[in-house]
Protein backbone atom coordinates (compact mmCIF):
# COMPACT_ATOMS: atom_id res chain seq x y z
CA UNK A 1 0.00 0.00 0.00
CA UNK A 2 1.33 3.78 -0.85
CA UNK A 3 2.33 4.62 2.93
CA UNK A 4 0.22 7.90 2.50
CA UNK A 5 -2.72 7.28 0.48
CA UNK A 6 -4.63 10.54 -0.28
CA UNK A 7 -8.34 9.71 0.39
CA UNK A 8 -11.69 11.80 0.57
CA UNK A 9 -12.59 11.09 3.99
CA UNK A 10 -12.25 8.58 6.94
CA UNK A 11 -12.27 4.69 5.86
CA UNK A 12 -16.20 3.73 5.49
CA UNK A 13 -18.09 0.38 5.36
CA UNK A 14 -17.44 -1.54 2.61
CA UNK A 15 -14.41 0.06 1.09
CA UNK A 16 -11.48 -1.79 0.15
CA UNK A 17 -7.64 -1.59 1.20
CA UNK A 18 -4.44 -3.37 0.22
CA UNK A 19 -2.37 -3.72 4.02
CA UNK A 20 0.49 -4.91 5.56
CA UNK A 21 -0.45 -6.58 8.89
CA UNK A 22 2.17 -5.15 11.06
CA UNK A 23 1.38 -6.69 14.56
CA UNK A 24 -1.53 -8.79 16.35
CA UNK A 25 -3.98 -7.61 19.16
CA UNK A 26 -5.17 -9.02 22.02
CA UNK A 27 -8.01 -10.62 20.61
CA UNK A 28 -5.43 -12.31 17.99
CA UNK A 29 -6.48 -10.34 14.97
CA UNK A 30 -3.81 -9.04 12.94
CA UNK A 31 -3.17 -4.86 13.08
CA UNK A 32 -2.69 -2.66 10.47
CA UNK A 33 -1.75 0.93 9.78
CA UNK A 34 -3.61 2.40 7.54
CA UNK A 35 -2.35 5.83 7.01
CA UNK A 36 -4.78 8.61 5.39
CA UNK A 37 -4.06 12.15 3.61
CA UNK A 38 -7.46 13.31 4.48
CA UNK A 39 -8.94 16.22 1.89
CA UNK A 40 -6.55 18.70 1.81
CA UNK A 41 -4.46 17.66 5.17
CA UNK A 42 -0.86 17.24 4.14
CA UNK A 43 -0.31 14.98 7.30
CA UNK A 44 -1.51 11.60 7.39
CA UNK A 45 -4.24 10.80 9.97
CA UNK A 46 -3.70 6.78 11.16
CA UNK A 47 -5.94 4.58 11.37
CA UNK A 48 -5.54 0.88 13.25
CA UNK A 49 -7.11 -1.80 10.99
CA UNK A 50 -8.01 -5.25 13.14
CA UNK A 51 -7.90 -8.23 10.56
CA UNK A 52 -9.20 -11.69 11.55
CA UNK A 53 -7.16 -14.44 10.17
CA UNK A 54 -4.00 -12.79 9.34
CA UNK A 55 -0.90 -12.33 11.22
CA UNK A 56 2.18 -9.96 11.30
CA UNK A 57 4.08 -10.33 7.72
CA UNK A 58 1.02 -10.80 5.34
CA UNK A 59 -0.40 -8.33 2.87
CA UNK A 60 -3.77 -8.55 2.21
CA UNK A 61 -6.94 -6.77 0.36
CA UNK A 62 -9.33 -6.17 3.74
CA UNK A 63 -13.01 -4.43 3.31
CA UNK A 64 -13.87 -2.29 6.02
CA UNK A 65 -16.34 -2.85 8.55
CA UNK A 66 -17.57 -1.12 11.40
CA UNK A 67 -15.10 2.05 11.77
CA UNK A 68 -14.75 3.57 15.13
CA UNK A 69 -12.47 6.53 15.61
CA UNK A 70 -9.09 5.26 15.17
CA UNK A 71 -9.34 1.69 15.29
CA UNK A 72 -11.38 0.16 12.50
CA UNK A 73 -12.39 -3.90 12.09
CA UNK A 74 -11.74 -5.50 8.27
CA UNK A 75 -12.55 -8.33 7.23
CA UNK A 76 -10.05 -10.30 4.94
CA UNK A 77 -10.67 -10.42 1.53
CA UNK A 78 -7.45 -12.14 0.10
CA UNK A 79 -4.04 -12.60 1.06
CA UNK A 80 -2.19 -11.35 -1.39
CA UNK A 81 1.02 -12.21 0.02
CA UNK A 82 0.98 -14.46 2.99
CA UNK A 83 3.79 -13.74 5.94
CA UNK A 84 7.54 -15.15 5.49
CA UNK A 85 7.27 -18.46 6.39
CA UNK A 86 3.26 -19.02 6.99
CA UNK A 87 2.10 -22.16 6.94
CA UNK A 88 -1.41 -24.03 6.57
CA UNK A 89 -3.49 -23.54 9.75
CA UNK A 90 -3.96 -27.47 10.52
CA UNK A 91 -7.19 -26.82 11.86
CA UNK A 92 -9.96 -26.35 9.36
CA UNK A 93 -12.18 -24.51 11.05
CA UNK A 94 -9.72 -21.40 10.94
CA UNK A 95 -10.40 -18.44 8.86
CA UNK A 96 -13.15 -15.60 8.81
CA UNK A 97 -16.45 -16.52 9.33
CA UNK A 98 -17.39 -16.42 5.63
CA UNK A 99 -18.89 -20.10 4.84
CA UNK A 100 -20.48 -22.85 7.46
CA UNK A 101 -17.45 -24.99 9.17
CA UNK A 102 -15.11 -21.26 9.59
CA UNK A 103 -14.77 -18.87 11.68
CA UNK A 104 -13.82 -20.13 14.76
CA UNK A 105 -11.58 -17.39 16.79
CA UNK A 106 -9.56 -19.69 18.69
CA UNK A 107 -6.13 -20.13 17.27
CA UNK A 108 -5.65 -16.75 15.63
CA UNK A 109 -1.81 -17.70 15.41
CA UNK A 110 -1.84 -21.07 13.31
CA UNK A 111 -0.50 -19.43 10.46
CA UNK A 112 2.54 -19.03 12.09
CA UNK A 113 4.84 -22.26 12.44
CA UNK A 114 5.46 -21.99 16.85
CA UNK A 115 9.05 -20.47 16.94
CA UNK A 116 7.79 -17.39 14.90
CA UNK A 117 5.31 -17.48 17.69
CA UNK A 118 7.42 -17.48 20.31
CA UNK A 119 9.66 -14.63 19.53
CA UNK A 120 6.59 -12.60 18.41
CA UNK A 121 5.15 -12.99 22.20
CA UNK A 122 8.67 -11.22 23.13
CA UNK A 123 7.71 -8.59 20.85
CA UNK A 124 4.49 -8.20 23.00
CA UNK A 125 5.92 -7.83 25.95
CA UNK A 126 9.44 -6.04 24.99
CA UNK A 127 7.09 -2.74 23.49
CA UNK A 128 4.30 -2.84 26.38
CA UNK A 129 7.46 -2.56 28.69
CA UNK A 130 9.06 -0.52 27.22
CA UNK A 131 6.86 2.08 28.05
CA UNK A 132 7.40 1.93 31.36
CA UNK A 133 11.09 2.36 30.90
CA UNK A 134 12.46 -1.44 30.83
CA UNK A 135 14.90 -2.30 28.34
CA UNK A 136 15.04 -5.04 26.44
CA UNK A 137 17.88 -6.51 27.44
CA UNK A 138 16.27 -7.01 30.79
CA UNK A 139 13.65 -9.71 28.64
CA UNK A 140 14.23 -12.83 28.11
CA UNK A 141 13.14 -15.49 25.46
CA UNK A 142 9.76 -16.74 25.67
CA UNK A 143 9.61 -19.92 27.75
CA UNK A 144 7.59 -22.18 24.95
CA UNK A 145 5.13 -24.78 26.08
CA UNK A 146 6.43 -28.38 25.93
CA UNK A 147 3.08 -29.62 23.82
CA UNK A 148 2.01 -26.43 21.63
CA UNK A 149 -1.45 -28.84 20.65
CA UNK A 150 -4.15 -30.99 22.67
CA UNK A 151 -2.92 -28.81 25.76
CA UNK A 152 -6.13 -28.12 27.12
CA UNK A 153 -7.81 -29.32 30.25
CA UNK A 154 -11.01 -27.65 29.96
CA UNK A 155 -13.61 -26.75 26.74
CA UNK A 156 -16.92 -25.23 26.83
CA UNK A 157 -19.16 -25.77 23.80
CA UNK A 158 -21.79 -23.98 23.37
CA UNK A 159 -25.49 -25.91 21.73
CA UNK A 160 -26.98 -23.44 19.05
CA UNK A 161 -27.46 -22.87 15.42
CA UNK A 162 -25.92 -20.91 12.32
CA UNK A 163 -26.72 -18.40 10.27
CA UNK A 164 -28.66 -20.82 8.50
CA UNK A 165 -30.38 -22.71 11.02
CA UNK A 166 -28.79 -26.00 10.97
CA UNK A 167 -28.46 -26.91 15.01
CA UNK A 168 -24.85 -26.72 15.95
CA UNK A 169 -22.65 -28.01 18.81
CA UNK A 170 -19.16 -26.26 19.23
CA UNK A 171 -17.97 -22.48 19.20
CA UNK A 172 -19.59 -18.86 18.53
CA UNK A 173 -17.33 -17.62 15.76
CA UNK A 174 -14.82 -14.81 16.73
CA UNK A 175 -17.16 -11.50 16.84
CA UNK A 176 -20.57 -13.35 16.70
CA UNK A 177 -22.25 -13.63 19.90
CA UNK A 178 -25.70 -15.64 18.95
CA UNK A 179 -24.46 -18.13 16.12
CA UNK A 180 -22.88 -20.96 16.69
CA UNK A 181 -20.19 -22.91 14.15
CA UNK A 182 -20.33 -26.74 14.14
CA UNK A 183 -17.49 -27.90 15.79
CA UNK A 184 -15.82 -31.26 14.38
CA UNK A 185 -12.46 -30.91 15.34
CA UNK A 186 -10.16 -28.74 18.09
CA UNK A 187 -6.60 -29.39 17.96
CA UNK A 188 -6.50 -28.11 21.35
CA UNK A 189 -8.91 -30.90 22.54
CA UNK A 190 -7.81 -34.46 22.69
CA UNK A 191 -9.62 -36.68 20.33
CA UNK A 192 -11.57 -38.17 23.37
CA UNK A 193 -13.23 -34.46 23.78
CA UNK A 194 -14.31 -34.70 20.50
CA UNK A 195 -15.93 -37.78 20.92
CA UNK A 196 -18.10 -36.62 23.60
CA UNK A 197 -19.03 -33.30 21.72
CA UNK A 198 -20.04 -35.51 18.78
CA UNK A 199 -21.99 -38.04 20.94
CA UNK A 200 -23.85 -34.67 22.86
CA UNK A 201 -24.38 -33.62 18.91
CA UNK A 202 -26.19 -37.09 17.84
CA UNK A 203 -28.54 -37.45 21.25
CA UNK A 204 -29.64 -33.96 20.82
CA UNK A 205 -30.43 -34.51 17.52
CA UNK A 206 -32.00 -38.09 17.74
CA UNK A 207 -33.91 -36.66 21.06
CA UNK A 208 -34.88 -33.30 19.46
CA UNK A 209 -33.97 -31.28 21.85
CA UNK A 210 -33.74 -27.15 21.69
CA UNK A 211 -31.00 -25.22 21.74
CA UNK A 212 -31.26 -22.15 24.45
CA UNK A 213 -31.99 -18.94 22.38
CA UNK A 214 -30.33 -16.15 24.13
CA UNK A 215 -32.64 -13.52 22.34
CA UNK A 216 -35.77 -14.68 23.05
CA UNK A 217 -34.89 -16.89 26.07
CA UNK A 218 -36.55 -20.14 25.07
CA UNK A 219 -35.38 -23.28 24.61
CA UNK A 220 -33.28 -25.53 26.85
CA UNK A 221 -29.31 -26.69 26.31
CA UNK A 222 -26.73 -24.06 26.66
CA UNK A 223 -23.65 -25.45 26.86
CA UNK A 224 -21.23 -28.58 27.37
CA UNK A 225 -18.15 -28.93 29.47
CA UNK A 226 -16.04 -31.00 29.18
CA UNK A 227 -12.91 -31.18 31.51
CA UNK A 228 -9.69 -33.88 31.27
CA UNK A 229 -6.84 -34.17 34.03
CA UNK A 230 -4.16 -34.01 31.98
CA UNK A 231 -1.92 -35.97 35.03
CA UNK A 232 -4.55 -38.31 35.76
CA UNK A 233 -6.65 -39.43 32.60
CA UNK A 234 -9.98 -38.09 34.50
CA UNK A 235 -13.02 -37.15 32.67
CA UNK A 236 -15.78 -34.90 33.81
CA UNK A 237 -18.62 -33.29 31.66
CA UNK A 238 -20.78 -30.84 32.77
CA UNK A 239 -24.22 -30.13 30.69
CA UNK A 240 -25.60 -26.31 31.23
CA UNK A 241 -29.24 -25.79 30.24
CA UNK A 242 -31.72 -22.84 30.91
CA UNK A 243 -34.21 -23.21 33.99
CA UNK A 244 -37.26 -24.17 31.57
CA UNK A 245 -39.90 -26.33 33.21
CA UNK A 246 -40.79 -28.23 30.68
CA UNK A 247 -38.31 -29.28 27.64
CA UNK A 248 -39.41 -29.95 23.90
CA UNK A 249 -38.41 -33.15 22.84
CA UNK A 250 -39.13 -35.33 19.19
CA UNK A 251 -41.91 -37.30 21.92
CA UNK A 252 -43.63 -33.82 22.97
CA UNK A 253 -43.01 -32.53 26.33
CA UNK A 254 -40.40 -34.05 28.85
CA UNK A 255 -39.43 -33.38 32.27
CA UNK A 256 -35.79 -31.51 32.19
CA UNK A 257 -34.04 -33.93 35.16
CA UNK A 258 -35.24 -36.89 33.36
CA UNK A 259 -33.92 -35.49 30.02
CA UNK A 260 -30.83 -34.68 31.76
CA UNK A 261 -30.41 -37.81 33.01
CA UNK A 262 -30.84 -39.14 29.74
CA UNK A 263 -28.46 -36.98 28.15
CA UNK A 264 -25.81 -38.05 30.96
CA UNK A 265 -26.64 -41.80 30.14
CA UNK A 266 -26.50 -41.28 26.30
CA UNK A 267 -23.02 -39.63 26.70
CA UNK A 268 -21.72 -42.26 29.28
CA UNK A 269 -22.43 -45.51 27.00
CA UNK A 270 -21.21 -43.05 23.70
CA UNK A 271 -17.74 -42.88 25.14
CA UNK A 272 -17.76 -46.03 26.55
CA UNK A 273 -18.38 -48.10 23.00
CA UNK A 274 -15.30 -45.64 21.67
CA UNK A 275 -13.19 -46.82 24.74
CA UNK A 276 -13.56 -43.32 26.91
CA UNK A 277 -13.98 -43.56 30.35
CA UNK A 278 -15.86 -40.30 31.82
CA UNK A 279 -15.37 -40.29 35.36
CA UNK A 280 -18.01 -37.56 36.34
CA UNK A 281 -20.96 -35.88 34.97
CA UNK A 282 -22.93 -33.23 36.11
CA UNK A 283 -25.75 -31.35 34.70
CA UNK A 284 -26.44 -27.38 35.64
CA UNK A 285 -29.28 -25.36 35.54
CA UNK A 286 -28.27 -21.75 34.96
CA UNK A 287 -31.12 -19.50 36.07
CA UNK A 288 -31.09 -15.70 34.98
CA UNK A 289 -34.89 -14.69 35.34
CA UNK A 290 -35.20 -11.27 34.89
CA UNK A 291 -35.62 -9.02 38.10
CA UNK A 292 -33.12 -11.73 39.49
CA UNK A 293 -29.32 -12.60 40.42
CA UNK A 294 -28.55 -14.91 37.83
CA UNK A 295 -27.85 -18.49 39.54
CA UNK A 296 -25.91 -22.14 38.75
CA UNK A 297 -27.67 -25.12 40.33
CA UNK A 298 -26.03 -27.99 39.46
CA UNK A 299 -26.75 -31.13 39.83
CA UNK A 300 -24.38 -34.29 40.31
CA UNK A 301 -25.91 -37.09 37.50
CA UNK A 302 -23.13 -39.72 37.91
CA UNK A 303 -19.46 -40.97 38.97
CA UNK A 304 -17.11 -39.11 41.24
CA UNK A 305 -18.44 -35.40 42.19
CA UNK A 306 -15.19 -34.13 41.52
CA UNK A 307 -12.33 -34.61 38.67
CA UNK A 308 -8.66 -35.45 40.56
CA UNK A 309 -5.57 -33.47 38.76
CA UNK A 310 -2.24 -33.74 39.50
CA UNK A 311 0.53 -30.88 39.46
CA UNK A 312 4.39 -32.01 38.82
CA UNK A 313 6.08 -28.67 39.75
CA UNK A 314 10.45 -28.90 39.17
CA UNK A 315 11.17 -28.06 43.23
CA UNK A 316 8.13 -28.80 44.45
CA UNK A 317 6.75 -32.33 45.97
CA UNK A 318 3.23 -33.54 43.67
CA UNK A 319 0.40 -32.41 44.81
CA UNK A 320 -3.05 -33.85 44.10
CA UNK A 321 -6.35 -31.23 43.92
CA UNK A 322 -10.51 -31.92 43.63
CA UNK A 323 -11.97 -29.76 41.08
CA UNK A 324 -15.38 -29.78 41.10
CA UNK A 325 -17.67 -28.11 38.07
CA UNK A 326 -17.18 -24.41 39.48
CA UNK A 327 -13.71 -24.23 40.67
CA UNK A 328 -11.31 -22.71 38.72
CA UNK A 329 -7.89 -24.72 37.49
CA UNK A 330 -5.62 -23.18 35.14
CA UNK A 331 -6.61 -24.41 31.47
CA UNK A 332 -2.83 -25.45 30.88
CA UNK A 333 -1.56 -28.26 33.58
CA UNK A 334 1.47 -29.02 31.95
CA UNK A 335 2.42 -25.42 31.32
CA UNK A 336 0.86 -24.73 34.76
CA UNK A 337 3.63 -26.94 36.13
CA UNK A 338 6.31 -24.82 34.20
CA UNK A 339 5.38 -21.55 35.06
CA UNK A 340 5.01 -22.34 38.59
CA UNK A 341 8.30 -23.90 38.46
CA UNK A 342 9.61 -20.62 37.11
CA UNK A 343 7.56 -18.50 39.60
CA UNK A 344 9.46 -20.66 42.81
CA UNK A 345 13.09 -20.49 41.02
CA UNK A 346 12.72 -16.35 40.49
CA UNK A 347 11.64 -16.23 44.16
CA UNK A 348 15.04 -17.72 45.21
CA UNK A 349 15.66 -19.15 48.37
CA UNK A 350 13.71 -17.86 51.45
CA UNK A 351 14.50 -18.45 54.99
CA UNK A 352 13.09 -21.30 56.86
CA UNK A 353 10.89 -18.80 58.99
CA UNK A 354 10.36 -16.93 55.62
CA UNK A 355 6.60 -15.42 55.43
CA UNK A 356 5.85 -14.86 51.46
CA UNK A 357 2.51 -13.66 50.56
CA UNK A 358 0.26 -15.22 47.62
CA UNK A 359 -1.98 -12.99 46.67
CA UNK A 360 -4.57 -13.27 44.20
CA UNK A 361 -4.30 -16.60 45.16
CA UNK A 362 -7.08 -18.07 43.09
CA UNK A 363 -7.44 -21.58 44.47
CA UNK A 364 -4.10 -21.78 45.84
CA UNK A 365 -2.38 -23.70 43.55
CA UNK A 366 1.03 -21.43 44.14
CA UNK A 367 1.14 -20.77 47.64
CA UNK A 368 0.57 -24.70 48.18
CA UNK A 369 3.47 -25.26 45.73
CA UNK A 370 5.80 -22.99 47.94
CA UNK A 371 4.31 -23.66 51.49
CA UNK A 372 6.73 -27.02 50.92
CA UNK A 373 9.74 -24.25 50.66
CA UNK A 374 9.23 -21.45 53.29
CA UNK A 375 7.70 -20.93 56.82
CA UNK A 376 4.59 -20.11 55.98
CA UNK A 377 2.19 -18.68 53.38
CA UNK A 378 -1.13 -16.09 53.48
CA UNK A 379 -3.09 -16.25 50.48
CA UNK A 380 -5.56 -13.71 49.63
CA UNK A 381 -8.30 -13.94 47.15
CA UNK A 382 -11.74 -12.45 46.63
CA UNK A 383 -14.30 -15.17 45.72
CA UNK A 384 -14.98 -16.88 48.39
CA UNK A 385 -15.42 -20.70 46.86
CA UNK A 386 -12.11 -20.30 45.33
CA UNK A 387 -11.12 -19.83 49.59
CA UNK A 388 -13.02 -22.79 50.23
CA UNK A 389 -11.48 -24.82 47.00
CA UNK A 390 -8.00 -23.44 48.46
CA UNK A 391 -8.29 -24.87 51.97
CA UNK A 392 -9.90 -27.98 51.26
CA UNK A 393 -6.65 -28.81 48.58
CA UNK A 394 -4.18 -27.50 51.86
CA UNK A 395 -6.06 -30.84 53.59
CA UNK A 396 -5.87 -32.91 51.07
CA UNK A 397 -2.74 -32.65 50.44
CA UNK A 398 -1.49 -32.37 54.06
CA UNK A 399 -0.19 -28.43 54.48
CA UNK A 400 -0.46 -26.88 57.46
CA UNK A 401 1.69 -23.89 57.10
CA UNK A 402 -0.57 -22.04 54.63
CA UNK A 403 -3.36 -19.65 55.67
CA UNK A 404 -6.42 -18.16 53.10
CA UNK A 405 -8.12 -14.89 53.26
CA UNK A 406 -10.76 -13.89 51.82
CA UNK A 407 -11.64 -10.36 50.20
CA UNK A 408 -10.18 -7.47 48.09
CA UNK A 409 -6.30 -7.43 48.22
CA UNK A 410 -5.42 -4.02 49.62
CA UNK A 411 -8.82 -4.32 51.87
CA UNK A 412 -7.12 -7.42 53.71
CA UNK A 413 -3.32 -6.37 53.37
CA UNK A 414 -4.67 -3.38 55.42
CA UNK A 415 -6.96 -5.08 57.76
CA UNK A 416 -4.67 -7.45 58.77
CA UNK A 417 -1.25 -5.04 59.53
CA UNK A 418 -0.23 -6.93 56.58
CA UNK A 419 0.71 -4.13 54.58
CA UNK A 420 3.24 -2.66 57.56
CA UNK A 421 7.11 -3.04 56.72
CA UNK A 422 8.39 -6.86 58.08
CA UNK A 423 4.87 -8.09 57.72
CA UNK A 424 6.10 -10.62 55.18
CA UNK A 425 9.43 -11.72 53.25
CA UNK A 426 8.31 -11.87 49.67
CA UNK A 427 5.27 -11.88 48.18
CA UNK A 428 3.63 -13.17 45.16
CA UNK A 429 0.98 -10.91 42.62
CA UNK A 430 -1.29 -13.03 39.63
CA UNK A 431 -3.75 -10.83 39.56
CA UNK A 432 -6.57 -10.57 36.72
CA UNK A 433 -6.26 -8.85 33.39
CA UNK A 434 -6.89 -5.70 34.70
CA UNK A 435 -3.86 -5.85 37.01
CA UNK A 436 -3.54 -4.26 40.44
CA UNK A 437 -5.29 -1.39 42.00
CA UNK A 438 -3.41 1.76 43.01
CA UNK A 439 -4.25 0.92 46.70
CA UNK A 440 -2.25 -2.46 46.55
CA UNK A 441 0.55 -1.19 44.77
CA UNK A 442 0.42 1.81 47.51
CA UNK A 443 0.25 -1.03 49.87
CA UNK A 444 3.33 -3.14 48.51
CA UNK A 445 5.12 -0.32 48.58
CA UNK A 446 4.24 0.38 52.48
CA UNK A 447 5.65 -3.14 52.87
CA UNK A 448 8.54 -2.91 51.41
CA UNK A 449 9.66 -6.44 50.85
CA UNK A 450 13.26 -7.44 49.48
CA UNK A 451 11.06 -9.47 46.79
CA UNK A 452 8.39 -9.56 44.81
CA UNK A 453 6.98 -11.40 41.89
CA UNK A 454 4.58 -10.29 39.58
CA UNK A 455 2.84 -13.09 37.24
CA UNK A 456 0.66 -11.28 34.47
CA UNK A 457 -1.53 -12.33 31.55
CA UNK A 458 -1.80 -8.69 30.05
CA UNK A 459 1.40 -7.04 29.33
CA UNK A 460 -0.40 -3.78 28.70
CA UNK A 461 -1.57 -3.97 32.69
CA UNK A 462 1.88 -5.25 33.52
CA UNK A 463 3.45 -2.09 31.89
CA UNK A 464 1.53 0.15 33.79
CA UNK A 465 1.85 -1.78 36.82
CA UNK A 466 5.47 -1.57 36.70
CA UNK A 467 5.38 2.35 36.23
CA UNK A 468 3.69 1.79 39.89
CA UNK A 469 5.33 -0.21 41.49
CA UNK A 470 9.06 1.57 40.43
CA UNK A 471 7.79 4.31 42.23
CA UNK A 472 7.12 2.99 45.50
CA UNK A 473 10.73 1.75 45.78
CA UNK A 474 11.18 -1.19 43.14
CA UNK A 475 13.19 -2.26 40.16
CA UNK A 476 12.47 -4.26 37.85
CA UNK A 477 15.01 -7.18 37.73
CA UNK A 478 14.28 -9.77 34.98
CA UNK A 479 11.44 -10.76 32.38
CA UNK A 480 9.86 -13.84 31.28
CA UNK A 481 7.20 -14.75 28.90
CA UNK A 482 5.68 -18.08 28.86
CA UNK A 483 3.74 -19.33 26.55
CA UNK A 484 0.72 -20.76 28.44
CA UNK A 485 -1.49 -20.99 25.40
CA UNK A 486 -0.38 -22.02 22.13
CA UNK A 487 -1.36 -20.81 18.87
CA UNK A 488 -3.27 -18.23 20.50
CA UNK A 489 -2.09 -14.50 20.87
CA UNK A 490 -2.40 -14.35 24.83
CA UNK A 491 1.00 -14.45 27.12
CA UNK A 492 2.05 -14.82 30.48
CA UNK A 493 4.85 -12.88 32.22
CA UNK A 494 6.91 -13.02 35.09
CA UNK A 495 8.50 -10.48 36.37
CA UNK A 496 11.36 -10.28 39.24
CA UNK A 497 11.13 -7.28 41.29
CA UNK A 498 13.27 -6.54 43.75
CA UNK A 499 13.64 -3.37 46.51
CA UNK A 500 15.60 -0.90 45.21
CA UNK A 501 18.78 0.34 46.34
CA UNK A 502 18.19 4.10 48.05
C1 LIG B 1 -5.18 -14.84 37.42
S1 LIG B 1 -6.20 -15.45 38.69
C2 LIG B 1 -5.02 -16.14 39.77
C3 LIG B 1 -5.09 -17.60 39.83
C4 LIG B 1 -4.13 -18.33 40.71
N1 LIG B 1 -2.95 -17.60 41.13
C5 LIG B 1 -3.73 -19.58 39.94
O1 LIG B 1 -2.59 -19.68 39.47
O2 LIG B 1 -4.58 -20.47 39.80
C6 LIG B 1 -6.66 -13.96 39.52
C7 LIG B 1 -7.48 -14.18 40.77
O3 LIG B 1 -7.66 -12.92 41.40
C8 LIG B 1 -8.93 -12.91 42.03
N2 LIG B 1 -9.25 -11.48 42.28
C9 LIG B 1 -9.74 -10.57 41.40
N3 LIG B 1 -9.82 -9.35 41.98
C10 LIG B 1 -9.37 -9.49 43.24
C11 LIG B 1 -9.19 -8.58 44.34
N4 LIG B 1 -9.50 -7.28 44.22
N5 LIG B 1 -8.69 -9.07 45.48
C12 LIG B 1 -8.39 -10.39 45.61
N6 LIG B 1 -8.51 -11.30 44.61
C13 LIG B 1 -9.00 -10.85 43.43
C14 LIG B 1 -9.81 -13.64 41.06
O4 LIG B 1 -10.95 -14.16 41.71
C15 LIG B 1 -8.86 -14.74 40.55
O5 LIG B 1 -9.00 -15.92 41.31
Redesign the pocket.
Known sequence: MDSQLAWPHAPRWGEQFDVEIIDIDDKGRGIAELALRIGPQLSPRVYHVAVRATVPGDFARVQIGKPRKRKVDAQLLELLRPAPGRVEPPCPHFGPYDRAGRGCGGCSLQPLPYPAQIALKRGQVARWLATAGIGDERIGETVPAASPWTYRNKMEFSFGDDDERRETVGMHPAGYRYEVMDLHHCRLESDAAMVIVAAARAHRLARGLPHHDQRRDTGWLRTLTVREGKRTGERMVEITTSASLEVETSDGPGDPATEAAAFGVALKSAAERAGIRLDSLWWSVHDARRGHRTELHSTHLAGAPHLCEKLEVAGARALSFHIHPRA???PNTLQ?EV??GLVLESLGPQGADAHVL??????????LCLAQRVGRVTG????PE?VDNAKANAVRNGITNISFLC??????LEAEGLSRPGAADAV?V?????GL?PA?IACLGALGVERIIY?S?NPEALARDLIGLQAVGYSVDAVTPVDHFPQTAHVETIVQLNRACS
Do not use: K
Open positions: FFQALYDLYCGTGTIGIELSAGDVATVIDPPRAMAVC
